[in-house]
């Protein structure tokens, strides 16, 4: 049985506190050195846009898109998130709003943003057609939807990282892939956090729902998208360097980013504007 919007809600909202002191503290390596940095590269200029980030968390990717130009309005279903994503928005205003919410209900009428972002947060809802169709609504025609997520390829039920005897990661043992979960919950923290840090807080309990790449992208297309650009980062060898512990993500992609476009409306002549 897939596990409901409420169960999800609940487990975010008990890592929202932990996951914020600890992302702040810059223990999100992975997000800060490697997707965050790929995710901006591959966006379109946003300078002047509407947009909206879904599943904003704490706010962070949704200040950079900010500080990039855009007109920005943040979405999170963890009450904690919110919270101190405007504690931030209050003491460094950046004309952000930002609003508790769920993703599969958005509360904005159709048509109201130029783009829409979703950062390494559908991956982590249920019932992402519905999601998908609410993004569609809102969007605007002609507009774009820019998501990441963890690549279906390599985030599989069943995953082992392989390193030889120097600590370097030469593999990854993959198996389960046509397996789709459907809410099961994983434990665990940021590696790169020190012992002291990891002990003050419980482990993340992050639900996953995975399913395969041919998956993801019928669900896209069906809802009404045109797919415009798709990205595998790879840190390069002088982000290594500085940041060896994610070394593993040279090996395989972990994450996958996209690029959709809503076309726009048809004219009584049955062609596109």
């Known amino acids: 049985m897939e596990m409901g919007e409420r169960d999800v809600r609940r487990c975010w909202e008990g890592n929202a506190e932990a996951w914020t002191q600890l992302a702040r503290a810059g223990y999100d390596v992975y997000r800060d050195q490697l997707n965050t940095p790929a995710f901006l590269k591959l966006l379109p200029d946003i300078q002047g846009l509407k947009g909206l980030d879904v599943g904003c968390g704490e706010g962070h990717n949704t200040r950079l898109l900010a ?13 904690t998130f919110i ?3 405007r504690d931030t928005e209050a003491r460094q205003p950046l004309g952000i ?5 769920s993703a599969l209900e958005l509360p904005f009428a159709g048509n109201t943003f130029d783009f829409l972002v979703a950062i390494m947060s559908l991956m982590d809802m249920p019932e992402v057609h519905r999601v998908l169709a609410e993004i569609h609504r809102v ?3 002609g507009g774009f939807f820019q998501f990441s997520i963890l690549h279906p390829c390599f985030d599989t039920p069943h995953r082992k990282n392989l ?4 600590g370097l990661t030469f593999a990854y ?6 397996h789709e979960l459907r809410g099961d919950p994983s434990e665990w923290i940021f590696s790169a956090a020190p012992p002291h840090e990891r002990a003050r807080f419980p482990k993340f309990r992050v ?5 395969t790449l041919s998956s993801w992208l019928n669900l896209v297309l069906d809802k009404g998208f045109v797919i415009e650009r798709f990205a595998e980062p790879c840190p ?3 982000t290594v360097k500085v940041h060896p512990s994610i070394q593993d993500a040279q090996i395989v992609a972990y994450f996958l980013h996209v690029r959709l476009r809503k076309p726009e409306m048809r004219s009584e002549a049955g062609v596109y504007s």
């Open 67 to 79: 500080q990039a130009g855009a007109r920005m309005t943040g979405l999170d279903i963890a009450p």
């Open 83 to 85: 919270r101190h994503a």
């Open 97 to 101: 709003t930002y609003v508790e919410g």
């Open 139 to 141: 969007l605007m025609p």
């Open 163 to 166: 390193r030889g005897r120097d």
């Open 173 to 178: 043992e993959i198996g389960g892939y046509f």
């Open 207 to 211: 639900p996953r729902f995975t399913q």
């Open 236 to 238: 390069s060898a002088e």
